[in-house]
């Protein structure tokens, strides 16, 4: 057996090269929620398992085989969250943030799911999330489905298309749950073994089964769309002409359902393409009884989730930027050298005036000495524009020699300059041209 730690199956590391496109996505949803006057809010990452069990339901994949759920010291069931919806309105109602009025929420971390990983599909995974209470309106379901495609835009996604449905009232879902129930019980000799074992606990996810004898069931299978009331059809119909008007196409899919049972009315899925089997990027609807059904007084709300994982698949596809992303990392802009063991006290010292003087820029000191030969690779290899060289041999504090470490670069002035005027000649020959 190997004595070498690795990280858990479906749990991954983010390095170094890996986390500026992370941090640049994460900075991208931040902006796009303040933009739509979203607070963030941050929740536990334990939570209580009764929380799930009645937020997304007893009889769905998340609770009945994925969640991470253990018993600590005091005998509590406790689980890693696996969505954040339900810790969000947790959260709300313990704290009064829904109460007699509206709010809209961010989040932003990962969640756990105990699933079989595969490619944007993974153990522990990280979702943006968003959540609106107290608004009814039609508005608020296509202001969400608008604020994801000003991200799509922001993050230079173009290979997305939406699809919306519409789940009814609790009440419409009741009266097709009989009949479907029913029409598939006739059909159960062609269907899978998952199919059969959701019959009477969640026939609606059947619809969404992407075996191909089972589909060809459900093609015949009765549509919640013939048991809706006109109020249903009506608000359906307005999110419709809303997205119209706002010039985004989408598709009616009526097959399209979620795996939480927390959903009713509008639901929605932005899908691509661009990522093989795992095209859903972003899902959301509204949940108008989760509210009550976690103890609060009925509320009407409305969200969306995003994975981040299939986010910087997508962007890195969208971009083309396998080049880039391949090139080393830079980690300096400005790197200062130390040659001699007496100048250490006086590197250091310069690298934080340089910090001070250079807030924008990125500024190393090389820690670890060695002669000037080896100091120089290490500049090269940190990707810095320019070196700093401490020069005691003049009176008085030392002065500092510069030195351009790329070819296009401004030449610096051949003698050493005092410490205020080398950081002001950098702070005008110091180029954009390594992205933060």
Same mark, same amino acid.
């Given at each position: 057996?190997?004595? =070498? ?8 590391? /983010? ?39 009645? !937020? ?33 309105? $947790? ?14 929420? +961010?989040?932003?971390? *990962? ?40 991200? +799509? $835009? ?19 879902? &009741? ?49 919640? /769309? ?18 119209? &008007?706002?010039? #985004? ?16 009315? =509008? ?12 095209? =859903?990027?972003?899902? !959301?609807?509204?949940?108008? !009884?989760? #509210? ?6 009925? =509320?009407?709300?409305?969200?969306? &989730?995003?994975?981040?994982? $299939? ?29 001699? @063991?007496?100048?250490?006290? +006086? ?11 250079? @807030?924008?820029? $990125? ?15 290490? &500049? ?32 610096? @002035? ?17 180029? *954009?041209?390594?992205?933060?």
């Amino acid at each position: 057996m190997s004595k =070498t730690l690795h990280s858990l199956r479906g749990m991954h590391d /983010a390095l170094p090269d890996q986390t500026p496109a992370w941090l640049a996505l994460e900075a991208s949803l931040a902006a796009t929620a303040r933009a739509y006057g979203y607070q963030q809010i941050r929740m536990p990452i334990v939570e209580h398992t009764a929380l799930f069990k009645r !937020g997304i339901g007893e009889v769905t994949d998340i609770v009945e085989k994925e969640m991470y759920t253990f018993e600590d010291r005091n005998g509590d069931s406790l689980t890693l969250r696996p969505e954040g919806t339900a810790s969000c309105v $947790r959260a709300c109602l313990e704290h009064g943030l829904i109460h007699n009025q509206q709010r809209k929420l +961010w989040y932003l971390g *990962p969640m756990f799911r105990h699933e079989r990983p595969q490619k944007g599909r993974y153990r522990q995974f990280h979702q943006f999330g968003v959540e609106a209470f107290g608004v009814t309106g039609a508005e608020l379901d296509v202001e969400l489905m608008l604020m994801a495609a000003r991200l +799509w $835009r922001a993050l230079g996604i173009t290979e997305v298309s939406l699809q919306i449905n519409t789940l009814g009232s609790a009440e419409a879902r &009741a009266a097709h749950r009989s009949v479907l129930i029913e029409y598939l019980q006739s059909h159960a000799d062609r269907l899978d073994d998952e199919a059969r074992s959701r019959l009477t606990t969640n026939p609606l996810r059947i619809l969404d089964s992407k075996n191909p004898e089972v589909q060809a069931v459900i093609a015949q299978a009765p549509a919640l /769309a013939d048991f809706l009331s006109e109020e249903d059809r009506a608000n359906f119909a307005e999110v419709q002409a809303l997205l119209t &008007a706002a010039g #985004v196409p989408f598709s009616v899919n009526p097959r399209l359902v979620r795996g939480l049972d927390y959903y009713n009315r =509008t639901v929605f899925e932005w899908v691509t393409t661009a990522l093989g089997a795992q095209g =859903t990027i972003c899902a !959301g609807g509204r949940y108008d !009884g989760l #509210v009550a059904q976690l103890g609060g007084k009925p =509320t009407p709300a409305a969200g969306f &989730a995003m994975g981040l994982e $299939r986010l910087i698949e997508l962007m890195a596809a969208a971009t083309e930027a396998h080049a880039e992303a391949s090139a080393p990392e830079i980690t300096a802009d400005v790197i200062v050298l130390w040659p001699e @063991p007496a100048h250490k006290p +006086w590197a250091l010292i310069a690298a934080e005036a340089l910090r001070l003087a250079l @807030p924008e820029q $990125r500024v190393q000191c090389v820690l670890d000495g060695g002669g000037l030969k080896n100091q120089l690779k290490r &500049a090269d290899r940190s990707g810095a524009q320019f070196a700093v060289q401490i020069d005691t041999e003049t009176a008085g504090e030392p002065r500092w020699s510069l030195r351009a470490l790329r070819p296009a670069l401004p030449q610096p @002035p051949e003698l050493a300059l005092p410490p205020a005027e080398a950081a002001q000649w950098l702070s005008q020959h110091l180029s *954009p041209i390594h992205p933060k």
